[in-house]
Nanobody, 126 residues
């Protein structure tokens, strides 16, 4: 099992940038790492995915061209760089890891992610 700890959330204004970090420890042989978010009253949704070995990435439609997921293998850390933040980006952001191979939208099923962090709150004021 891999343990995940997120950090970097906070209160920012619309248009600002923020970088979230997720440090993995334990068995870090994940196939992919993902960032999800959950706003009050809404389902948890995919934000970004990174396949650990290849470095390939994919994004949810609402954050394309604004958010970037990246990794530092030496630090077992995954980042989410968020730019041009909007009030609708307000949510708890979660880091998650999955061990199984996936293709396309099949990679976004929350039930396939076996490890989750505790979440970090991001609040964007207008």
């Amino acid at each position: 099992q891999v343990q995940l700890v997120e950090s970097g959330g906070g209160l920012v204004q619309a248009g600002d940038s923020l970088r979230l970090s997720c440090v993995a420890s334990g068995r870090t042989d994940s196939y992919a790492m993902g960032w999800f978010r959950q706003a009050p009253g809404k389902e948890r949704e995919i934000v970004a995915l990174l396949r650990w070995r290849t470095g390939s990435t994919s994004y949810g439609d609402s954050v394309k061209d604004r958010f970037t997921i990246s990794r530092d293998g030496a630090k077992n850390t995954v980042y989410l760089q968020m730019t041009s933040l909007k009030p609708e980006d307000t949510a708890v952001y979660y880091c998650a890891a999955r061990k199984t191979f996936c293709v396309g939208s099949g990679c976004y099923d929350r039930s396939d992610f076996g490890s989750w962090g505790q979440g970090t709150q991001v609040t964007v004021s207008s």
